[in-house]
């Protein structure tokens, strides 16, 4: 199963039709269905939408295969979407742990100079932010915190967030949600 036929899935589980998603979520009926049958990709800004509107996090976006309570998830078998950028180029974000049990969702969230998160985000849950390389200017509420390598936060996510790389070099971040997220 790909991500197409499971959110094809959980659509019908929510007893919604494809005009119903689309009305729940600004995105258009034939984009909707060209995502459910895998015809197109989905950006992280869709994701957030799609998962707000079946009531789950993302990461249940993706198809799980797995019933262990250990998961591994090898470099290469790490689900990576692209996030929109309101001035830049898009950040990668790689999905760590998908298709687990385990109730976190850790996120590697590669950023290039001037990329962001987009608008403002409030989701429930947590959220834990640690920065690898590079810098990050992180807003959460009306304050901004700039954060430097080896810097971390933690926040609770219903309060609006976002953050962008006001640097010259690449950013790389470890984001860790608690679920559901984004």
């Given at each position: 199963?790909?991500?197409g036929a499971k959110i094809?899935?959980?659509r019908i589980a929510n007893k919604l039709t494809l005009k119903e998603l689309a009305a729940n979520t600004?995105?258009?009926?034939s984009?909707?269905?060209r995502l459910e049958n895998e015809k197109t990709e989905p950006t992280m800004d869709d994701l957030r939408k799609i998962a707000a509107a079946l009531h789950t996090s993302i990461i249940n976006l993706f198809p799980n295969e797995f019933?262990?309570?250990i998961r591994i998830?090898?470099?290469?078998e790490r689900k990576k979407i692209l996030q929109p950028s309101l001035k830049g180029e898009p950040s990668e974000l790689e999905f760590l742990l998908w298709g687990s049990k385990i109730q976190m969702e850790p996120t590697l969230m590669t950023i290039p100079p001037g990329g962001d998160s987009g608008d403002y985000a409030e989701h429930a849950g947590e959220e834990f932010?640690?920065?690898l390389e590079g810098e990050l200017r992180f807003w959460c509420g009306d304050n901004y915190y700039d954060l430097q390598e080896g810097d971390t936060i933690g926040y609770p996510a219903k309060l609006p967030h976002r953050w962008e790389n006001k640097g010259s070099k690449v950013t790389?971040?470890?984001l860790s949600s608690s679920l559901p997220t984004f």
């Open positions: 199963m790909k991500i094809k899935q959980l600004n995105l258009s009926i984009f909707l269905s019933d262990e309570e998830v090898r470099s290469w932010l640690f920065v790389r971040v470890i």
